[in-house]
């Protein structure tokens, strides 16, 4: 019944795709360069990411790391001249990669087993393709593959890929399996594969990786729309030892390979204009699963039907932010808003089992499982941003996190975790960020001292990251650590969100232990400079000291003049130590107009002229906030004149539309908060502050069916600064908002002039 329904439902649309919010997307924003997005096909937080991948490049020449390996953390650069195929798993916009599992690439002619290089196309099964072809959209793409004449299509389920490959030629129509790739690949990153065709229109499999993901499984289930007529599984690794099975022909029509270097070949009868539709279920559970995902979300309908159903679920989640803007900016809006609601991705079957981090088989009971958690990133604007756009989903990933926590056998809460591994990426504990911050706005579908002990194990485990040195001496020594100062504040800031945590549920005694720790900050402080400086164990601070370098400085992705605004939790306390509220502010110009020399970040791979704006650096992650701290000085105004200048000059309609890695969505979500007007600076806090709306009218429908309005009077270029801000028809008397002003819905007013008020 409910085929028959969506079947009448998309002839009653006369199969008309995305006349939702959906049509505004534009995948290939940041697919150029430095933003590390995808264009395929995926649903809202889904476990699928099918997609092209344009290159093979290795992650070690030898044994020294290729650098170019950085530029295809997600498979795919947008000018690339050739196609390798479609993987079934890709991060969003990530600055390290693993994934691109399960490569599919239709053949038409000859068929090799190997991807060749793009200086030569034709030395591999790599095709050059039609650039005029290539069509990318939310939950769809499609591209011509010239030197194999094939039209390729692609859409997903939650937990399916789908293809439709159109034949133009008839002779010898090949589907190829890489099991060998993936994205940051290296030799001996695949430890173990298997393969079995069960049917001629049926094939399992899985594989086990070692890489940034240290242990590694997952598992496919294949089916096709027209029966295998024959078919190759080889291994290309040296068998030392082959048992008896060598008294089989195992390369030809053998239902069955193992190895660390398989792939398979699968041949077709087509007739010209035929079309090929392939579905693939993924799981991290095993083969049974991966099948069972298959034949409930993809089995019992066709190509269009699955394609309309992830128009239908993108224009579901966009559609509830209505805004009123030019068709370019809401292509730029509705685009961030796509790609902060890429992940984290589900992470369970159908049946509700997942892959824990101990390797074990879990049930999710009474939760969705989620993994892809990002979070020295993320903590910032995109999990707040969930909390606020979507509550339910927040709470389950919190849940998710906790169940991490169980299974660890450190018994910490993730740092950067995916596929049921601890990568251990980037500095702090900012799960504790997310965590606090929750609570705080009123989630409570999760057990706060089961939270409150996770929490603690975490901001306690000695041997983590110079920990033990941090509780001993009050800072990591840059003897310890080439980024001391970075994680010195990192550290004191999510301890403060623990002692918020504390606080909320009565634990008095621990918030005050903690709150102390969260001081910690002022402990890198140098006088001298007025900046956050690296210190020795013997409590000097390290000479020569260059507030510009992000080299062998105590800094991650970042310098001393961003580091040292770091203290999104005790701004009050910084401007103390930096000598007042208008040293904050000089301090912001200097920071905004000074020129920052290409010799401090030519080689750096997270920075690039891009993003950079004097010397704030725009894209990457550590100063997000920094715009917003205006907000406490005597010139509120000039927050909203710095973030429209980063809207309008970092976010745009095209490939290279991102300045930085969109980061699993922290750019992404940056420029939602920026352009309603508000932003959270430090999370484990309610508060919000204030900037101005990016447009004249904004409605957002929130998951509880309230409505936050927001309208932007005299909205017009020559009335730039904001004067007045209304909050349900009332006066707001600093440029700061709270969550329990807007969980209920809320109507906010600003009203704008053509000068500054003071």
């Known amino acids: 019944m409910k085929k028959v329904l969506l079947i009448i439902s998309l002839l009653a649309y ?94 038409s002619g000859e068929v090799k087993i190997n991807p060749g290089i793009a200086s030569q ?20 793409y499609r591209v011509y593959l ?68 240290r242990d590694r499984f997952i598992y496919f289930a294949m089916t096709f729309s027209k029966p295998i007529q024959e078919y190759y599984l080889l291994n290309l690794d040296k068998e030392t030892y082959t048992g008896f099975w060598r008294r089989w022909n195992m390369d030809h029509n053998f239902p069955e390979r193992s190895g660390k270097k398989l792939k398979a070949i699968f041949n077709f009868d087509m007739r010209s204009g035929d079309q090929l539709v392939v579905k693939m279920g993924i799981s991290g559970v095993s083969e049974q699963g991966a099948l069972k995902n298959l034949l409930a979300e993809a089995v019992p309908y066709n190509f269009d039907e699955i394609r309309y159903q992830a128009t239908q679920s993108w224009d579901a989640e966009l559609d509830r932010v209505q805004i009123v803007a030019s068709d370019e900016e809401k292509i730029v809006f509705y685009t961030a808003l796509y790609h902060a609601l890429l992940s984290p991705n589900i992470y369970q079957d159908i049946d509700a089992r997942y892959r824990g981090l101990d390797h074990e088989i879990h049930t999710a ?3 969705t499982n989620y993994t892809v958690f990002s979070l020295w990133d993320t903590f910032r604007a995109l999990h707040p941003f969930l909390l ?43 799960a504790l960020s ?16 089961e939270a409150l002990k996770a929490m603690l194990q975490t901001a306690t485990y000695k041997s983590y990251d110079g920990l033990d040195e941090y509780m001993q001496l009050g800072y990591v020594a840059s003897e310890t650590s080439s980024t001391s100062v970075s994680t010195t504040l990192e550290y004191a800031y999510d301890d403060w969100t623990l002692s918020q945590m504390a606080l909320t549920i009565g634990k008095d005694s621990l918030a005050k232990i903690f709150k102390n720790r969260s001081l910690n900050y002022r402990n890198v402080f140098d006088y001298e400079t007025g900046m956050m400086r690296p210190k020795k164990r013997n409590g000097h601070f390290v000479k020569p000291f260059d507030p510009l370098s992000t080299h062998n400085q105590g800094f991650i992705e970042g310098n001393a003049w961003t580091y040292s605004l770091f203290v999104p939790h005790d701004i009050e306390g910084l401007m103390q130590l930096m000598g007042g509220a208008d040293k904050l502010e000089a301090y912001l110009d ?65 490939p290279s539309g ?19 007007g508000f932003y959270p600076i430090c999370p484990g806090s309610t508060e919000y502050a204030l900037g101005k709306p990016a447009f004249k009218e904004i409605n957002l429908r929130l998951e509880n069916g309230s409505n936050i309005h927001i309208v932007t009077r005299n909205f017009h270029a020559d009335k730039p600064y904001v004067q007045q801000v209304l909050l349900n028809g009332k006066p707001l008397l600093t440029p700061f908002i709270h969550h329990s002003d807007l969980k209920d819905g809320a109507q906010l007013e600003f009203i704008m002039g053509k000068s500054p008020k003071i």
């Open 590 to 654: 200097t920071l905004f107009t000074m020129v920052l020399p290409e010799k401090y970040y030519e080689n750096t791979e997270d920075i690039s002229k891009d993003g950079v704006m004097g010397n704030y650096i725009h894209g990457n992650e550590p100063g997000h906030h920094i715009p917003y701290l205006y907000n406490y000085t005597a010139h509120p105004w000039k927050t909203g004149l710095k973030v429209e200048k980063i809207l309008k000059t970092f976010y745009r309609n095209s």
């Open 365 to 367: 009971i009474g939760f």
């Open 14 to 107: 006369g199969w008309v795709f995305g006349q939702g919010n959906s049509k505004y997307v534009n995948p290939f924003i940041g697919t150029d360069r430095m933003g590390h997005t995808f264009p395929g096909a995926t649903l809202p937080f889904g476990f699928v990411q099918l997609s092209p991948d344009t290159d093979t490049i290795p992650y070690n020449e030898g044994n020294t790391y290729n650098p170019l390996v950085y530029q295809y953390c997600a498979g795919y650069q947008y000018n690339d001249p050739t196609i390798v195929g479609f993987s079934h798993t890709h991060f969003n916009g990530t600055g390290h990669s693993d994934l691109g599992d399960f490569l599919l690439m239709p053949v």
């Open 146 to 213: 010239t030197d194999y004449d094939i039209n390729v299509e692609l859409t997903a389920t939650q937990r399916t890929g789908v293809h439709r490959y159109t034949f133009h030629r008839t002779d010898s129509c090949y589907l190829l399996l890489d099991m060998m790739h993936g994205i940051y690949n290296y030799d001996g990153k695949v430890v173990w594969s298997s393969l079995r065709v069960i049917n001629d229109t049926l094939v399992v499999g899985y594989r086990q990786t070692n890489g940034w993901a």
């Open 121 to 140: 196309p034709r030395s591999g099964y790599r095709s050059r393709y039609d650039k005029n072809s290539e069509k990318a959209e939310a939950g769809y």
């Open 434 to 449: 997310v965590i606090a911050d929750a609570w705080v706005k009123g989630i409570r579908g999760f057990p706060p001292d």
């Open 388 to 430: 606020l756009y979507h509550p339910l989903q927040a709470n389950d990933m919190i849940l998710s996190m906790l169940a991490h926590a169980n299974q660890s056998v450190h018994g910490m809460l993730p740092v950067w975790s995916h596929h049921a591994n601890e990568n251990w990426c980037m500095t702090g504990y900012h």
């Open 658 to 676: 991102l300045c930085g890695n969109d980061d699993c969505g922290q750019m992404s979500a940056w420029y939602i908060f920026s352009s309603l």
